[in-house]
């Protein structure tokens, strides 16, 4: 007897995807050609090769990499609890910030369930939102380029489990002040998990955004989402990391892939915050460039919103897009280009950023 003669479906069946996996995009990965000084300008990273204590502390523990990382992270939860003026019961990590963002969607969402959130934003958000088998509901930025909290506030049904706020925003480097998220918070049922995603917090100007800590510990429903990825350099070691309450912060710990976080990823982490003031020093060059390039933009007579990420954000219809798109190709840098909404460059060093600038100016009215 062989195993054929169990079938009941006929040769042809074949294993399917689910439909919300055969309708999310493709991963097309960037350029990078050989030869070629590209400026990498697409994903927001550092252009600073990480701390030196960071690089240090991965080159000590690559000896151990026969051994699994400790799961429950222990050591870098503790130190971010002494960073952040919390217990290590309220913090969860994951790889990277979107690794802990799917652990917060597939933790508090069932089938069904509306997930609210600005558009455009983080590319990841519909995607997790989707593959949760939850309802992604985009709602429109103001003309400022920023969060229409009333708008979002008005899209809040029976079936709303979470609400994104990304400060500031990606791709348009707007926040979203304190006052303002404080009155939504407010104005929510407390039973709606409120993330607000700081991803670029440390380049944000002082006040321009929200107190996250004092807003968690006021409203218990908030969560806060931060990155070792951008500021801090560790884009590839994949650590980032949830403030929430308690029972929520658990909740996180336990839906987490087993050691997704490697031992690597939590030293470097932990050797990152112990050198805080070197990381400070790189983010003010970096707000520095930022405004150079901001108001030489200007000059040449483009619109741009303050931004307060590591980024620049200009929006261009079809014909710029596809314009300034080829004329980027062709100065081998790497952008961000947002089909019918505009494009998003990373600020990075003087000489690249200078390039871009001319990229701009030849362009230009
Ligand atoms: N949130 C926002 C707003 C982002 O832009 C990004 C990265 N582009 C992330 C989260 C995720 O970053 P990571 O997973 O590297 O922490």
Redesign the pocket.
């Known amino acids: 007897m062989t195993i054929t003669q169990f079938r009941t479906t006929p040769e042809t069946a074949h294993p399917t995807l689910r439909d919300a996996v055969t309708g999310l995009p493709s991963y097309v990965p960037g350029r990078r050609s050989a030869g070629v000084d590209i400026a990498a300008l697409a994903?927001?990273e550092s252009h600073y090769e990480p701390l030196p204590a960071a690089i240090a502390a991965v080159t000590t523990a690559a000896g151990a990499m026969n051994r699994y990382p400790d799961t429950a992270a222990v050591e870098l939860r503790e130190r971010l609890a002494t960073h952040l003026g919390v217990t290590a019961g309220e913090i969860a990590v994951g790889p990277?910030?979107?690794?802990v963002?799917q652990q917060i969607i597939t933790g508090l969402c069932d089938a069904g369930d509306d997930v609210i959130f600005a558009w455009r934003s983080?590319e990841?958000y519909p995607i997790l939102v989707e593959l949760a088998g939850a309802r992604p509901v985009r709602i429109p930025l103001d003309a400022a380029e920023g969060h229409d909290l009333d708008a979002m506030a008005a899209a809040v049904t029976d079936r709303t489990k979470v609400i994104l706020l990304?400060t500031p925003n990606?791709p348009t480097g707007v926040p979203i002040s304190h006052e303002r998220i404080e009155a939504f918070l407010q104005s929510v049922r407390s039973d709606i998990l409120v993330v607000i995603?700081e991803?670029?917090v440390e380049y944000a100007e002082a006040g321009s955004g929200p107190d996250s800590l004092a807003l968690y510990r006021e409203y218990p429903n908030v969560c806060i989402?931060r990155?070792f990825?951008k500021a801090y350099g560790l884009?590839g070691l994949?650590v980032?990391y949830a403030v929430a309450a308690p029972a929520i912060a658990e909740g996180l710990r336990r839906t987490a892939l087993p050691f997704a976080v490697s031992a690597l990823a939590q030293k470097a982490a932990i050797a990152s915050l112990d050198a805080g003031g070197e990381m400070e020093a790189r983010v003010g060059a970096v707000k520095q460039e930022r405004a150079r390039m901001a108001a030489q933009l200007e000059a040449q007579g483009w619109t741009l919103q303050a931004s307060q990420g590591n980024f620049l954000w200009i929006r261009a219809d079809e014909h710029l897009m596809a314009s300034l798109v080829d004329a980027f190709d062709h100065a081998g840098i790497m952008v961000r280009a947002y089909q019918g909404d505009g494009v998003r460059i990373t600020v990075a060093s003087p000489a690249s950023n200078d390039r871009v600038l001319q990229v701009f100016e030849a362009h230009a009215a």
Do not use: E, I, K
């Open positions: 994903s927001n990277g910030s979107v690794g963002l983080f990841a990304c990606n995603d991803a670029y989402l990155t990825s884009a994949r980032g």
